[in-house]
């Protein structure tokens, strides 16, 4: 009966070891020399399609934002079900070897380590591919945003309102960049994460704020995104 549990668990290791190679969870290289956030020149790897997205333009046009919406939120659900599934193979060796002892428990608390260790890869990649997406639409939104205030009339509480909140939603995106460049800098892999957990709820302040932006130009709720 041992045996064939150790079995089983050698199987799903390896079974967990090329989803890895296959989906490719190898740690980016932290960059040697950050590009400051704020400069205009700075570019984002979306990883959609192998395009770089400049910060302060928007994307080509309105199909080729919606296609790399498609594209990236595909990836991104595809990658959390994987994490949730290395999650579950890491809780279960744990729990398996909670009674175990010895070499035995050592060899499963190991592959249990190993399990979690690509989990948290792929939730990395997985708010890459967030970050990149906030940015396509962050560009897109921001290019509505600056051809609507030139030629919509509002009112002046109107206006002060918008101009506030596309404010801040700049503010916003600027901290969320910041916060992922913060995240490159640690070499642990749970602060990593939950610093880029950080960055996407900056990023998702801003596009809701453009959002709003967008709909008071427009003059009827639920404009814009």
């Given amino acids: 009966m041992k045996t064939k549990i150790y079995s089983l668990t050698v199987m799903t290791f390896i079974l967990g070891t090329l989803l890895n190679a296959q989906t490719g969870t190898a740690p980016k290289k932290e960059p040697t020399e950050p590009t400051p956030a704020s400069s205009d020149n700075k570019r984002i790897l979306t990883r959609l399609g192998g395009k770089t997205v400049p910060d302060n333009q928007s994307a080509e046009n309105e199909l080729a934002v919606k296609t790399a919406n498609i594209t990236g939120e595909s990836d991104r659900t595809e990658l959390l079900k994987l994490a949730e599934a290395l999650s579950y193979q890491s ?6 070897a909670d009674l175990k002892t010895g070499n035995e428990k050592n060899q499963l608390l190991a592959e249990a380590a190993k ?3 690509n989990c948290l890869l ?3 990649e997985a708010s890459e591919i967030f970050g990149a997406m906030s940015q396509v639409k962050f560009n897109s939104n921001k290019e509505t945003i600056t051809k609507l205030i030139v ?3 509002l009112e002046e509480l109107q206006m002060v309102t918008t101009r506030k909140l596309i404010f ?3 503010n916003n995106m600027k901290l969320a960049k910041d916060l ?3 995240a490159y800098q640690s070499s642990s892999l749970p602060v990593r994460l939950g610093t880029m957990s950080n960055a996407e709820e900056k990023e998702i302040l801003a596009l809701g704020e453009q959002s709003k932006a967008i709909s008071i130009l427009y ?3 639920g404009a814009g995104m």
Avoid: D, G, N
């Fill in 91 to 96: 809780r279960r060796l744990k729990k398996e």
């Fill in 115 to 117: 399990f979690e260790k």
């Fill in 122 to 124: 792929k939730q990395i």
């Fill in 151 to 153: 030629t919509v009339k």
């Fill in 168 to 170: 801040s939603a700049q």
């Fill in 180 to 182: 992922r460049e913060e």
């Fill in 219 to 221: 003059k009827k709720p």
